[in-house]
């Protein structure tokens, strides 16, 4: 690609120059179009100018809806150093119709006008749904050739892109062969990503495309739907790296062509219409970010400079619960009949380390966003922070703030350890370290209590974070560019209390898990589930010796309906003593081809945080989400008990 690699698009003043020459950072020109954020245009340029973006898609609603000028959104845009790459979408320009056609022209010289005005000089007109629309390939072309004439002469362009739902004009490829025939240098391409790889189109064959036809560039995600495509299209558009489109390959195709423009964003989502406009920008950024790593790592003379590499995670240095007076004493209760030793307390603050081989929780009493010692008696205990071991934590930390994820300001006393911070989507923090004696174990000092035998747990196997609804994509990205996590696929159950979806994100040893997840759907007030649960899932080698004595020590194992474990044997030939041992001690298990898991839950500690134990057997990859549902009915039923007696259920017919 040294040669056609991405340069600056040709109205630049740094026409013809190599990528690097343009940008001088080693990166593409990043674009997004103001349709991918919410709020007035107002909001949507200031939200792309602080995320880092070079350029702006002008949608042409949002243009219509301002009270500014075209002229004067030109100004506000050089103020914020912003350039404005493409005017859209201009809809059903061609006609079997001559008037209608006559004064489709009309209109499209008044957008001439505004184009002026903007300073922006390629329009987008994506083919036609009109019922009129031009079947016949040599009247389209020449159709197009004569709009193309006339923004050609007043030195506009137009990108021509085919709708998947187009009437005629459907596929890239029927778009292409449209410009082909107009031969008009005024007429190029827009090729979305979301157009051609919905409908299951194959970028191989832009090999086929001069890079000067290639006009503009779109770029859209989206999970894999069977669905109507322009619902799929209007609703559930992401933002590169969120779904599953191969979208470096995609960009690669196009690259290799010559293509000298930005790499623009296009992203319709009914999350990010609503979404605060400076967060979705961000998120946006970081998918360039992490799209642009693919590409640099594809095609090492591409001329773009990689973020530093993700370092290797060994594994959980330590997950942080925030408590307070009330929630920290009933966690530590429950820690200690887990088989954990409070063996370390902070040197400067209300945290205390809690160890059993190498799993480690810390209880925080301190509120490290208020800066205050949480107050007691709101009974709180949330998941606030993950501690991951890592191979350079410098490293990983330059490579956060190199993926738009800031290292979280810190306080810290004069001999304690330097840790850097960055916040997932959801708040919690996630920490970058290394557990050796003067790393952040040094912070605390020895409470004298000597680590006992325990009760079987050897670590940490993963974290369940329950991910509010509108970060869900956000976060899966967020693991996946900051941490170069594996982004597992993403599943729906059928819940208790509403539909969950759910997705697991890993590194490729599997020594850092997490299991995100989202109600995709919470409304009114009827809320009798857990709300937002998170757990951490202790790892064990054999689960029936831990919870035995689990059960010995009094810890608060969550009791299961028989109906469970009648089930179990039905579905599973599992041993006689294995099923006695899932009745005994209240054990879920499932397999999922490679091998089986066995897993346990404590009841809630305070409002939503919980413990598993879980022992995988085989080479099973999962997060026990089967079973999930049936948890979920029996924490309610626990909660339910605590709270107020459960009035026995009386046949209404009196039998
Ligand atoms: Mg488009």
């Known amino acids: 690609m040294s040669s056609s690699g991405p340069r600056p698009p040709h109205h630049s003043k740094a026409r013809g120059g190599t990528l690097q020459g343009a940008t001088g950072r080693g990166h593409c020109r990043r674009a997004i179009a103001t349709v991918c954020l919410s709020g007035t245009l107002e909001d949507k340029i200031a939200a792309a ?23 004067e959104l030109a100004a506000r845009c050089a103020d914020l150093d912003l350039s404005i790459d493409l005017y859209q979408p201009f ?31 390629t329009v987008l007109v994506c083919s036609s749904v009109a019922p009129d629309a031009v079947d016949d390939a040599d009247r389209l072309a020449g159709q197009l050739a004569t709009a193309a004439a006339r923004a050609g002469d007043r030195g506009l362009r137009i990108a021509y892109e085919a709708l998947a739902w187009g009437r005629h004009v459907s596929t890239w490829e029927r778009s292409w062969d449209a410009v082909r025939r107009a031969g008009s240098p005024a007429l190029g391409l827009c090729l979305d990503s979301f157009h051609v790889l919905s409908r299951g189109g194959d970028p191989a064959g832009f090999a086929d495309v001069p890079g000067e036809k290639l006009f503009f560039l779109q770029l859209a995600d989206a999970p894999r739907l069977a669905m109507d495509v322009l619902q799929w299209s209007r609703h559930h558009r992401l933002f590169p790296g969120q779904g599953s489109f191969d979208l470096p390959g995609f960009v690669a195709a196009v690259l290799a062509t010559g293509y000298a423009g930005p790499l623009s964003l296009e992203v319709f989502n009914d999350v990010y219409r609503q979404a605060d406009p400076a967060r979705t920008a961000v998120d946006a950024m970081r998918s360039l970010q992490w799209l642009e790593e693919a590409l640099a790592l594809r095609e090492p003379a591409s001329g773009l400079i990689p973020p530093p590499a993700a370092p290797a995670l060994s594994g959980w240095s330590f997950t942080e619960l925030g408590v307070d007076g009330v929630s920290g004493l009933r966690a530590a209760e429950v820690l200690a009949a887990l088989g954990f030793t409070h063996t370390g307390q902070h040197r400067s603050k209300p945290v205390q380390l809690w ?47 190199a993926m738009s994820a800031p290292v979280l300001p810190r306080t810290r006393g004069a001999a304690e350890a330097e840790l850097s911070a960055v916040a997932a989507p959801d708040g919690t923090q996630v920490f970058f370290t290394r557990t050796v004696p003067d790393g952040w174990p040094a912070d605390f000092l020895p409470t004298g209590q000597q680590a006992g035998p325990g009760a ?117 030939d599992l041993p006689a003593e294995v099923l006695a041992a899932i009745r005994e001690h209240d054990l879920m298990y499932e397999e999922d081809g490679a091998g089986g898991y066995l897993h346990l839950a404590t009841e809630v500690l305070g409002d939503r945080v919980f413990f598993e134990v879980v022992q995988r057997l085989g080479g099973y990859d999962g997060y026990g989400t089967a079973d999930a549902p049936v948890r979920m009915a029996a924490h309610r039923r626990r909660r339910q008990a605590a709270a107020v007696p459960v009035p026995r259920w009386t046949d209404p017919r009196g039998r």
């Open 355 to 401: 160890e059993q081989n190498h799993a480690r929780v810390l209880l925080n009493a301190y509120d490290n966003r208020a800066d205050v010692v949480r107050p007691a008696a709101t009974g709180v205990a949330s998941v606030v922070a993950l501690g991951l071991e890592s191979a350079d934590p410098g490293r990983s930390a330059a490579r956060a703030e």
């Open 91 to 121: 809809r059903d320009l061609d006609s079997t119709d001559d008037d209608r056609f006559a004064r489709n022209l009309r209109r499209a010289e008044h957008k001439f006008d505004v184009m002026a005005q903007l300073g922006v000089d």
């Open 49 to 71: 100018a602080s995320a880092g973006f070079d350029g702006i898609e002008v949608f042409e609603p949002d243009l219509v809806a301002s009270p500014w000028s075209p002229a």
């Open 456 to 572: 079987g747990i050897t670590g940490v196997d993963h974290v369940g974070l329950t991910q509010p609804f509108d970060s869900f994509d956000e976060a899966g990205l967020f693991y996946r560019a900051v941490l170069g996590l594996e982004s597992q696929e993403v599943t729906e159950l059928a819940a208790p209390f509403g539909l969950v979806r759910t997705r697991a994100v890993t590194d490729p040893d599997r020594s850092v898990r997490l299991a995100l997840s989202a109600a995709t759907l919470r409304r009114g007030g009827w809320a009798p589930g857990v709300p937002e649960p998170q757990y951490v899932a202790l790892a064990t080698d054999d689960l029936v010796a831990t919870a035995a004595a689990l059960r010995a020590a009094g810890a608060p194992l969550l009791p299961l309906p028989d109906n469970y474990a009648d089930d179990l044997e039905a579905r599973f």
